[in-house]
Nanobody, 115 residues
Framework: QVQLVESGGGLVQAGGSLRLSCAAS????????RGWYRQFPGKQRDLVAS???????TYADSVKGRFTISRDNANNTVYLQMNSLKPEDTAVYYC?????????WGQGTQVTVSS
């Protein structure tokens, strides 16, 4: 079993910044890929950013140039630096990791961007 524990999230004004963190623990040898997803009310959970074990990153078009994903393999932690936040970024954000072919998810954290 793998556990993902998130921190960060909260309320921020438009144009501000926020940094999300997610640490993994449990039965882990390596995490092949890690990512951040977000879910708007009434919508599906969509990819925000991902990072491979080799460091290759992928971003949704809506966040390119504003968000940055990174990982600290020594601490099994993935980060999402969010800059120039917009009200439309308001959502529940989830981190994930793939371990031995299985997908694991964090509990989710609310990000609210006020106008």
């Amino acid at each position: 079993q793998v556990q993902l524990v998130e921190s960060g999230g909260g309320l921020v004004q438009a144009g501000g910044s926020l940094r999300l963190s997610c640490a993994a623990s449990g039965s882990i040898s390596s995490i092949d890929r890690r990512g951040w997803y977000r879910q708007f009310p009434g919508k599906q959970r969509d990819l925000v950013a991902s990072i491979s074990g080799g460091g290759t990153t992928t971003y949704a078009d809506s966040v390119k140039g504003r968000f940055t994903i990174s990982r600290d393999n020594a601490n099994n932690t993935v980060y999402l630096q969010m800059n120039s936040l917009k009200p439309e970024d308001t959502a529940v954000y989830y981190c994930n990791g793939i371990v031995r072919g299985s997908w694991y998810w964090g509990q989710g954290t609310q990000v609210t961007v006020s106008s």
